[in-house]
Structures are given as structure tokens and as C-alpha cells.
């Protein structure tokens, strides 16, 4: 019987999933730690600090387990040595430099907090894979832990389907949970605490290499239907169909099916490109040269996605962005999120800047600080040419701007006042809609000229 966990990584994944295993299992103490005194400050919302994430519906499910069953703190190896399940939540960014950088995981992080565990464990103890990481992790894994003397391991992969934004719905009510590991006692222990609130026909149980491979193929399947429908949005345009036409018509085949297939800015997040450039990484590795280029065709979509948004815009407004000011509304990476990771946002704003754009950037969630680290640099890594701020709201967003550019699907976008907006901008006045989310037959209504993504025989 598994009674005490500890989770190392208190970030996206680590702190909502935690938080919902909690409140559904009450037999269970859980801790979760993290090197980050500011992020575990924020989680236990001290000194006035507001939670290091947004996500809708999370701090009710905190407020009913922290300091109950669920804690948060800087003690990592007393947590490690209390538990009897290990759950891994630290984060794998793409490799910078050395060999395999650009594409292999970077595994210092998943190392690191190994020879943690290595070193405090006692015991018979559970070592758990949440971070999405390569096939074949837990060999190096294993390898490591096999160093301790005072405990005996098991290690599961277990990784997280959830999607930002939709974490707390997603957590509580999974598609499916998937657990992957050798050994059938440990795989129940795992599958035993799901089932606490998630039916047994919705969790999954594999071998361990399934399960690592599972995440990643599931993200690339994903990511694979935006970059397949933003290509089919680009004929649109071409050719006077409408991409939302076609994915009415093509989502109704149940082989095809209705998600997924919202043409925008390309794919932002945590784990799309990271993911497919494991993929691609792990074909290679493995020789199968196609299967890499075929793979590395999804992303190099993804960047032709961004870069037609910011050149459409400076051919429209007459090749030059000098003297112009842009509203750009959203930076998120999606709705719902304060998370900018790989946020299309970040490359589209870069471009306009260095055509000498002024930028007033509203978004609801994501703050200024984050906003200037992004945008200080070019992606020469030059200092960036045009200005910009971030706008308190969309209004002062629009006062005098040449164009709106709407980059994130933000509920509040769908309801823009065209009237108001159409008034306090310069004239002529553009729209360029990245996310089919607003009403441009009325910003038309108001003398403005619009653009909308993947709705032809307009330009
Ligand atoms: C994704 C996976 O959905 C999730 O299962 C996995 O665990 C982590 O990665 P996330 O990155 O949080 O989740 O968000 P998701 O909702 O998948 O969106 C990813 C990107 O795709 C966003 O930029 C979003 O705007 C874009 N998107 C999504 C589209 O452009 N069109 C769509 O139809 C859906
Ligand atoms: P994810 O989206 O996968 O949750 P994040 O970057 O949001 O990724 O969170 C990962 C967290 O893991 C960070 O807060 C980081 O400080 C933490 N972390 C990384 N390595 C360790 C470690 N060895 N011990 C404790 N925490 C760690």
C-alpha cells in the first residue's frame, strides 16, 4: 500500500496533478518539492504571492487539500526519504549545446533529481516517470538508482496527457491514465491509486517502453493535425475555400474525427516541439532516416505558420512597419494559460519589431517581465529594433494603432467592441485574425480591412 508520495518539480505538471490525486485520494500524504523557494512560496501563496500558474479551477481543489494531505516545500530529500512512491515532474528542455543539441532531451534535470533519490530513498520505493522523456530513460534511470545502499527500486512510467488551460478537467477526468513498468505489483500499486477516482476501463497499462513511447507519439499525432490543417488553411486563402468549412466537413468523418483541427498561429506550449524533436531525435539514433524527415516535415510547418502571419502583415501594410503601430492581442501560447512557452506570439512579435514596429501587446494573464524577456532579443539574438509595452487593456491596446493582430484565442477576443475599437485606431485600419475568434463582419462594418486565417477570396 502506497501511503506516502513525493513529487520532485512543483511546475505545470507536478503542482495540478498532484493537487487532483490529492483531493481524490485522502488515505495519501503527498509532498512536493521543488529547488525553487519563490515557485514553493507561491504554491503555498505566502507572502500575499498568487499561485506560479493560472489555471481555472485550481486553487479551489488546493484550497480542500494543502496543509491537509497535499504539501509544498524546499525539502527534497526528506521527501524522498518519507515516500514510498517517487513521482519525477522536473523538466526536460531541448539540449543548447553539444551533441544532440537543437533535438535530444536535456536530462541533467531527470540526472540530477536521481542521484537525489540515489542518495535519500529508504527502503522498497517507487520511482515514478512523469516528465515526458525519451524512450529508454529508465535504462539510464535504473542505472543510477542501482548506485543506492539503503533502497530497492521500481520504476513505472506514468506520463501526463493533460492540456494547459483544461488541466484540472483533464486531470479529473482523464481519457485515459496510462501506467507502464515491469513488474505487475508495481504497475497495480500505481493503477490502484487511479482508480480511486478514474474508472478501470480508462486506465491503461503497458510495458515501460510503450508507455515512453505513448507520450511522445501522442503529441506528435496532435501536433501532426495543426500543422496538416494550417497547411489546408493556407490553400484556403489561395483558393477562396474556407478552412472552417472544411473542418466542419472533415471533422463529421468519424475516422477523422472533430478535435483538433482549429487552424491558428501554429502550436506553441511545452511539449509539441520538444516532443517531435525527441521523435526525430530517436529515429535518427535509430537510423531510420525517413521516419525522421517525415516528422521533422510537422514542425517545419509549424514555423512556416508564424512566419506568413508577420510577412502577410508587412506586404499589407504597404512593406514597411516603421512608424506603425500594432495591437497585438494574446501572448499566451493558447487560452486559459499564463504559460508562454513557445508561444507563436514570441516569433511573430519578434518579426514585426525588427520591421520597426511599435507593439502594444495586451494579455490577460501573461505579466510585462515575461513579456520583456521574450521580446528583448531577436532571433539573431540582436537587440530588437521596434518598441514595445504591454497594454492594461485592449482598448489602450487599439488607441492609435495601424492593426489589431489577435494571436491567442482568449474568450474576451470573441466579443470586441468594433465600434469603440474602429474609433480610437488610425486610419486605414487593419484586422488580421490568427484564430478565427472574433466577429470581423462588424470590425468590416466599421471600415476596417480584415484578414482572417484560412478564409479565401478576401485579400
Ligand atoms: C499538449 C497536449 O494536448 C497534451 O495532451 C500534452 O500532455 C501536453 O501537450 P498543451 O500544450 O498544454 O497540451 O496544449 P494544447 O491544447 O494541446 O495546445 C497546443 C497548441 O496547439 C496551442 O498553441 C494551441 O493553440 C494549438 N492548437 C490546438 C491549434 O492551433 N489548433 C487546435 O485545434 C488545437
Ligand atoms: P513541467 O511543465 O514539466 O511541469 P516546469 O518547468 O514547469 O515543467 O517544472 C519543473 C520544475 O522542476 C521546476 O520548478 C524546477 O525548479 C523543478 N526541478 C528541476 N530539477 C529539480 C530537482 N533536482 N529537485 C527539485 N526540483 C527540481
Given at each position: 500500500m502506497v501511503s506516502k508520495i513525493c513529487c520532485i518539480g512543483a511546475g505545470y505538471v507536478g503542482g495540478p496533478s498532484m493537487a487532483v490525486m490529492a483531493d481524490s485520494s485522502p488515505g495519501v500524504d503527498i509532498e512536493v518539492v521543488d529547488v525553487d523557494q519563490q515557485r514553493i512560496d507561491a504554491w503555498n501563496n505566502l507572502n500575499g504571492a498568487s499561485l506560479p500558474i493560472y489555471e481555472p479551477g485550481l486553487q479551489q481543489v488546493l484550497d480542500r487539500v494543502r496543509g491537509h494531505n497535499l504539501y509544498f516545500s524546499t525539502d527534497v530529500a526528506g521527501a524522498i526519504r518519507r515516500a514510498d512512491m517517487v513521482f519525477l515532474s522536473v523538466n526536460t528542455p531541448t539540449k543548447h549545446r553539444g551533441h544532440g543539441a537543437g533535438a535530444a532531451a536535456d536530462l541533467t534535470f531527470i540526472e540530477k533529481a536521481a542521484r537525489q533519490i540515489a542518495d535519500s530513498a529508504q527502503g522498497a520505493t517507487i520511482v515514478v516517470e512523469r516528465s515526458t522523456l525519451p524512450v529508454r530513460t529508465a535504462d539510464g534511470l535504473r542505472r543510477i538508482l542501482?548506485?543506492?545502499?539503503?533502497a530497492r527500486f521500481e520504476i513505472l512510467s506514468n506520463p501526463e496527457f493533460m492540456a494547459e488551460g483544461t488541466a484540472i478537467d483533464d486531470l479529473q477526468n482523464p481519457d485515459r491514465v496510462l501506467v507502464g513498468g515491469q513488474c505487475d505489483a508495481t504497475v497495480n500499486a500505481l493503477a490502484g491509486i487511479y482508480a480511486n477516482w478514474v474508472p478501470s476501463s480508462r486506465i491503461i497499462t503497458t510495458n515501460l517502453w510503450s508507455a515512453e513511447l505513448a507520450k511522445l507519439t501522442a503529441n506528435a499525432f496532435l501536433a501532426q493535425r495543426i500543422s496538416s490543417i494550417n497547411a489546408i488553411a493556407g490553400i484556403c486563402e489561395a483558393t477562396g475555400a474556407d478552412v472552417e468549412e472544411v473542418r466542419r466537413a472533415i471533422g463529421a468523418d468519424r475516422r477523422i474525427g472533430?478535435?483538433?483541427?482549429k487552424s491558428g498561429p501554429g502550436f506553441g506550449g511545452s511539449c509539441f516541439k520538444k516532443d517531435l524533436l525527441n521523435l526525430i531525435y530517436l529515429a535518427e539514433h535509430y537510423g531510420l532516416d525517413e521516419v525522421a524527415r517525415y516528422w521533422r516535415m510537422v514542425l517545419d510547418l509549424n514555423g512556416w505558420s508564424q512566419k506568413r502571419i508577420s510577412q502577410m502583415i508587412v506586404k499589407t501594410l504597404f512593406g514597411t512597419l516603421r512608424d506603425k503601430r500594432i495591437a497585438v492581442l494574446g501572448?499566451?501560447?493558447?487560452?486559459?494559460?499564463n504559460d508562454t512557452r513557445e508561444s507563436p506570439a514570441i516569433g511573430i512579435c519578434r518579426d514585426l519589431l525588427h520591421d520597426g514596429a511599435s507593439l502594444s501587446i495586451h494579455d490577460p494573464r501573461v505579466d510585462d517581465g515575461a513579456m520583456r524577456s521574450l521580446l528583448s532579443m531577436s532571433d539573431d539574438g540582436l537587440p530588437a529594433v521596434g518598441g514595445f509595452e504591454k497594454a492594461a487593456s485592449v482598448e489602450t491596446a487599439c488607441d492609435g494603432a495601424d492593426a489589431v493582430l489577435i494571436l491567442t484565442d482568449w474568450?474576451?477576443?470573441?466579443?470586441?467592441d468594433w465600434a469603440d475599437l474602429a474609433s480610437r485606431m488610425r486610419q486605414p485600419g487593419w484586422v488580421f485574425d490568427a484564430?478565427?475568434?472574433?466577429n470581423l463582419a462588424e470590425a468590416e462594418s466599421h471600415g476596417l480591412d480584415t484578414w482572417q486565417i484560412g478564409r479565401g477570396g478576401l485579400n
Open positions: 542501482d548506485c543506492s545502499t539503503n472533430a478535435e483538433f483541427l501572448f499566451a501560447f493558447k487560452a486559459d494559460t474568450h474576451q477576443y470573441k466579443q470586441l484564430r478565427r475568434g472574433t
